[in-house]
């Protein structure tokens, strides 16, 4: 159990565990933005195989759809989130061990 000697402590940790967990929710939405980008790919080569072409061409052709470009970017946006989120909760938690050492 987890024991504060002050409330600015508290606070801090308090703080840190949201933006933890503000963190995870962004990783989970990269990893969803992630899939949908894994699954389409997969289905446009099933496709292709169907009609006789090659899977590098259909990874091409997918790579260039808007529903592939809007997962990349979600992805992208969601890994910088997360990133963003773990360096602001690193650093409270810090300040929760600077405030407790103190």
């Given at each position: 159990?987890?024991?504060?000697?002050?409330?600015?402590?508290?606070?801090?940790?308090?703080?840190?565990?949201?933006?933890?967990?503000?963190?995870?929710?962004?990783?989970?939405?990269?990893?969803?933005?992630?899939?949908v980008f894994?699954?389409?790919?997969?289905?446009?080569?099933?496709?292709?195989?169907?009609?006789?072409?090659?899977?590098?061409?259909?990874?091409?052709?997918?790579?260039?759809?808007?529903?592939?470009?809007?997962?990349?970017?979600?992805?992208?946006?969601?890994?910088?989130?997360?990133?963003?989120?773990?360096?602001?909760?690193?650093?409270?938690?810090?300040?929760?061990?600077?405030?407790?050492?103190?």
């Amino acid at each position: 159990m987890l024991t504060f000697t002050n409330a600015a402590e508290q606070a801090a940790w308090t703080m840190a565990e949201a933006l933890s967990e503000k963190a995870f929710v962004a990783m989970k939405h990269a990893e969803e933005a992630q899939e949908v980008f894994r699954k389409g790919r997969l289905a446009m080569r099933r496709q292709f195989k169907a009609r006789g072409l090659s899977e590098i061409d259909a990874s091409i052709r997918w790579a260039s759809t808007s529903q592939a470009q809007a997962a990349l970017a979600d992805h992208e946006f969601y890994m910088h989130e997360a990133s963003m989120y773990n360096e602001a909760a690193t650093a409270q938690y810090a300040k929760a061990l600077y405030l407790k050492g103190r």
